[in-house]
Every structure is written in structure tokens, then in C-alpha cells.
């Protein structure tokens, strides 16, 4: 199968997964449940990573400051934004695509191998939504909260290892995160805006994979690597198109 034939299909899912959608009682439960599983049990490692890259970015910043012509706040204005335009949003975002999209895709890959979804299309269940709405719903809508939470540690972690390392002070690094944001602060809206649109894209692209798998275990690890490779050139793609737009 081709690269159009791809899209054609995942288009084709798409309008199914928004179609004949089941009872409220049931969608809710698992909407929170997929929150639950994919969104909040992700962000112990949001955090983790958050928090020593915010100090990486820091650090480095710090390093390369050989011109005098700079002011010293110039380390906590570079590190929020780079935090908020790219590491955040879009950094994550690719970490996340391996990790919930390699889960989502096994999963209902798992479940196409094992004729559990055509179980649920013979009592007359639109299997697409059923599976797809709930996780692709609830990581759009959630995701962006995860993401302001690596934000917050990223800048934490940026403070903290340059007052460990004696390179700035709080008050040098604080006025530097405050610099110019009356004009930058639309940055953040872009940057939760974009995220939403890979959250919509990881979970969308992992269930197409998942759900079009023919055959046994190996191809629903082939699947679950496609999908990985796939929301990860996506999310590049988009990235550039919604800096073009929105940026330039």
C-alpha cells in the first residue's frame, strides 16, 4: 500500500470514528479511563525529562555567553523560549508518540488479531468509535495540561541548576523569565495550540495502524513501530507548517 492510499484510508477511518457514537455513560467511562491511561500515567516521565532538560538548556545557554554585549538575563529569556516554542510542545510530544502510540497500536492491533473487534462490529458496535473516539478525545484535550506542567519544570529545573552551579542568581534568571513576555506571550498559545493538534495526531495515527493489522503477533509489532515512525515524521511536518503559519 501506497502513501496516498494511507492517507485515503486514515481520512476514511477518521469519518467513522466521529459517526454513530455510543451511549454517554459508556463514552465518559472510557474517555477517563483513556485520560487516566495514556495522559496522566505519562506525566511521571514528562516531568523527569522536563525538569533536566529545562536545566540542560540552562546550562548551555549560560556556557556560550562569551559577549559582553549580552545581559546576564538573557539565560532565563533564551530558556523559556525554547521551552515554551519548541522543547515543550514538540519535544515531548515526539517522546509521547513513542510511547503511548507504541501502546495504542499494540493494544488494538491485539485486539484485531484476536477477532475481538469483529466481535464487537457482529452486536452491531461501530468498533472505530468505540476504540478510537474515547483516546483520541481524551489525549487532545488532556495533553495540553501536561504540557504547561513540563513547562513550569523545565523553567524549575533551569533556575535550580544555575544557582547549584554559582552562574546566575534567582533575581538574574526571574528577569529574564519576565523579559518581553507582554510581546512573547501569545508564544504560549501557539505552543498549547500545536499541541493539541500532535496529541490529535499521535493517538488518530497509532489506532489506524492498530486497527488495520492483518495477520498475528509480528505484524502487530511492526505496526506498532510504523505508527511510532509515522506520528514522529508527522509531527515534524506539522511543526514547520504551523510555525510558517502562525510564526512567520
Known sequence: MNLFEHIGKYFMMLKFV???PEKGSVFWERFFTEAQNIVINSIPLIGFLSFF?????????????SSPLLPEY?????TRQ?????????????????????????????MRVTEQ????????????GFLMLPKILATTLFFPFAIILSMLLSLIGGWLAGITSN???????????????????????????????FAFLITSIACYYGYNVKGGALEVGK???????AASVTILLANYILTQLVLI
Open 18 to 20: 466521529f459517526s454513530k
Open 53 to 65: 532538560m529545562g536545566g540542560v538548556i540552562s546550562l548551555q545557554t549560560a556556557s556560550n555567553m
Open 74 to 78: 538573557t539565560i532565563g529569556y533564551i
Open 82 to 110: 525554547s521551552t515554551i516554542l519548541e522543547f515543550s510542545p514538540t519535544i515531548i510530544s515526539l517522546i509521547i508518540a513513542g510511547k503511548v502510540g507504541s501502546n495504542i497500536a499494540s493494544e488494538i492491533g491485539t
Open 117 to 128: 473487534i469483529d466481535a464487537l462490529e457482529i452486536m452491531g458496535v461501530n468498533s472505530i
Open 167 to 197: 552562574l546566575y542568581s534567582t533575581k538574574t534568571y526571574i528577569v529574564g523569565l519576565r523579559a518581553f513576555w507582554n510581546v512573547d506571550q501569545h508564544h504560549l498559545y501557539y505552543a498549547l495550540g500545536k499541541t493539541m493538534v
Open 223 to 229: 505496526a506498532s513501530t510504523n505508527s511510532v515512525v
